[in-house]
């Protein structure tokens, strides 16, 4: 018997699913054309234009007024979800819309068959991205609840005092004090600031904002004592809270912050900070705890006139201990799959070092039962905590992506609408769009604590250099199409020996080519930065080799660090997958795992030859 749903109110614009039942039961996604209106005009019904329906006779979408009662709120996408044998699921049936089924068997790829509801038996074979759980939409709420959602209108009243993120330019990522006026969609409000005035000044500004940039305002915290070095605050600004973390603590109660945002470092007295706060979960919670593990994973060590710098790496731990039954990620160094992670669960000790472990997303070659295996303590670390990201990632933010039944480290390089990311992998060279659900925050296991990553910016700015000597094997008349993808050298000081990764836009004569990069941005960190840079200083991406086994002492490789690939040489290897690299032009040493690394490859006279050992 066909669901329907509690008649609500929508809005112009609003994401829903409308209920079809000839001839079965299936939901057709579709946008609100006109609010609601009242029952004397139209009976409560709503007008909708179907996303999948088209009209027969044109091939634009199908426009019609629907029933209220037929009418749910599209729900939001979900992290990664895994089905098993008898579970209830929605497909989505023919690119039409979300039909209710019964999972009847598990494939290979994320590929399964599922048993549909209806008259005659139907089966279907279906991705796991047009599977969805199934849900009932009851009063207000879906049954079950789904695991992450935005928080919901009713949290927010009219009149309510409330902090709003604002992503305007030159005010990016500030927090300010509003007053929610009223609800204007599912998940929009309309505020009042109570300090921002319109251009005119007549007026405090009124602004339509999104859900997942409100927040309560958080609970004041009276600071009587001095910030320490490193703690993170928010510091009073142009009529804001702007988020940063102390740099210098200076006399007089006055800190030099630095802003997150702008990176810029200024004065602020102590009433003008306080100790920043998370909303997580719908509860606040203090940052200086967290700050104090981020300051001890950023030591700087000299030996012998070298500079050593400890690089965070994700595979760290300080002897975790595992027990029986326990979740954890288990990391993977087969070729084509290094530097992911995989969710599964301690089975048993093996020795003193290994674990045997049970995957919970892959499976055996026949597909009857989970894959076990026994892996080394080393590539196995705990499940990292939930981060709940309701705000949008940002611009080369460090992100893990479940991709092929795994989390893999990239980077955002481009910001799309409907809250869809293209993400960079440096392992592969390979970018590929993902929905925000699907991402989480890199978080790092380091000395036995969670770490999440900072965005690891670049500021540098390529110069082109004319009338260049071949050098590092850049060969003068090597030609590039439009699209290619190719890594572009530096010679800056400080930089001398760096590859950056990125993309041909246009030839422009003269051994010229303007090209867009995959890890830098512009100054105002909206967009990825374009260049004209010359063919000197431009070379093909080399082909991608990974390394299955442990890199050996003076193996040449190339080291990803600071959004870019640097020549180094390994000096020594350590635990867990991990080495130290020496880098000459910089006279430094750096930490790194294994997944960082790749073999160096010289482009020489149209080819790809590899380095040998010693040679830099």
């Not at 719908?282 to 700050?291: L, Q, S, Y």
């Not at 309701?390 to 893999?408: C, H, P, Q, S, T």
């Not at 050298?489 to 090209?515: C, F, H, M």
Request: net charge negative; hydrophobic share 35%; with cysteine.
């Amino acid at each position: 018997m066909p669901l329907h749903t509690t008649p609500q109110c929508f809005n112009k614009g609003d994401a829903v699913e409308v209920l079809k039942t000839n001839p079965f039961t299936i939901w057709l996604p579709a946008t609100v054309l006109r609010s609601t209106p009242c029952k004397k005009t139209r009976n409560g019904q709503i007008y909708v234009e179907f996303q999948t329906h088209y009209c027969e006779e044109s091939s634009g979408s199908r426009r019609e007024y629907v029933n209220a009662g037929d009418v749910r709120p599209a729900p939001p996408p979900e992290l990664h979800r895994y089905f098993k044998v008898g579970d209830n699921a929605e497909v989505f049936y023919k690119e039409k819309g979300w039909r209710k089924g019964k999972v009847d068997d598990i494939l290979e790829n994320s590929m399964y068959f599922v048993l549909l509801d209806g008259v005659e038996e139907e089966i279907v074979k279906v991705e796991q991205w047009g599977l969805r759980v199934y849900r009932v939409w009851d009063d207000g709420s879906w049954l079950p609840p789904l695991e992450f959602q935005q928080m919901p209108q009713e949290t927010f009243s009219e009149g309510m005092s409330v902090e709003v993120k604002r992503d305007k330019e030159g005010c990016y990522g500030s927090w300010h004090t509003a007053a929610i006026v009223e609800s204007v969609g599912y998940d929009k409000f309309l505020v009042e600031y109570q300090k921002l005035n319109t251009v005119n000044g007549s007026q405090f500004l009124k602004e339509e904002v999104d859900a997942s940039c409100i927040r309560p305002c958080p609970p004041k915290i009276q600071s009587f004592h001095q910030f320490e070095h490193l703690d993170r605050v928010d510091a009073w600004l142009n009529d804001g809270w702007w988020e940063g973390h102390i740099t210098e603590v200076l006399g007089g109660l006055k800190y030099i912050v630095c802003l997150m945002t702008t990176e810029e470092e200024l004065v602020f007295e102590h009433s003008m900070l306080r100790p920043r706060q998370e909303w997580v979960k719908e509860k606040w919670f203090t940052a200086r705890e967290f700050d104090k593990t981020r300051s001890s994973s950023d030591m700087t060590l000299k030996s012998k006139g070298l500079k050593i710098r400890i690089k965070c790496s994700g595979g760290r731990s300080s002897k975790p201990k595992f027990r029986k039954g326990m979740r954890v990620e288990v990391r993977s160094d087969e070729e084509g799959y290094q530097g992911s992670w995989y969710t599964a669960v301690i089975v048993d000790s093996i020795g003193e070092h290994k674990f045997l472990v049970e995957y919970l997303t892959l499976r055996t070659e026949d597909e009857s039962e989970p894959l076990e295996e026994k892996a080394d303590v080393s590539d196995i670390r705990p499940c990292p905590p939930v981060i709940q990201r309701i705000d949008r990632f940002k611009m080369l933010e460090e992100v893990d992506a479940w991709y092929n039944e795994g989390w893999w480290v990239g980077l955002i390089c481009k910001i799309l609408d409907g809250l869809k990311y293209m993400v960079y992998f440096w392992t592969t060279n390979e970018e590929l769009v993902f929905d925000h659900f699907t991402l989480r925050p890199h978080q790092e296991w380091i000395d036995g604590k969670w770490v999440i990553a900072f965005m690891k910016k670049s500021k540098l700015q390529v110069k082109p250099k004319l009338n260049l000597k071949r050098q590092n094997g850049v060969a003068s008349h090597t030609n590039f199409c439009v699209g290619a993808k190719v890594e572009v050298r530096s010679d800056e000081e400080g930089y001398q020996g760096s590859w950056y990764p990125a993309t041909i836009v246009r030839r422009l004569g003269n051994g010229k080519y303007l090209l867009q990069y995959q890890t830098l941005e512009t100054d105002d960190e909206t967009d990825l930065l374009s260049e004209e840079v010359d063919a000197l200083f431009i070379r093909p991406s080399p082909p991608v080799i990974q390394q299955a086994d442990q890199f050996r002492p003076l193996d040449e490789v190339d080291a990803w660090h600071n959004g870019g690939w640097w020549a180094g040489q390994v000096c020594k290897v350590l635990i867990c997958s991990n080495y130290t690299v020496y880098f000459r032009t910089a006279n430094e040493i750096l930490e790194f795992q294994h997944s960082d690394l790749r073999p160096r490859q010289n482009w020489l006279d149209g080819e790809w030859i590899a380095a040998k050992k010693g040679m830099m």
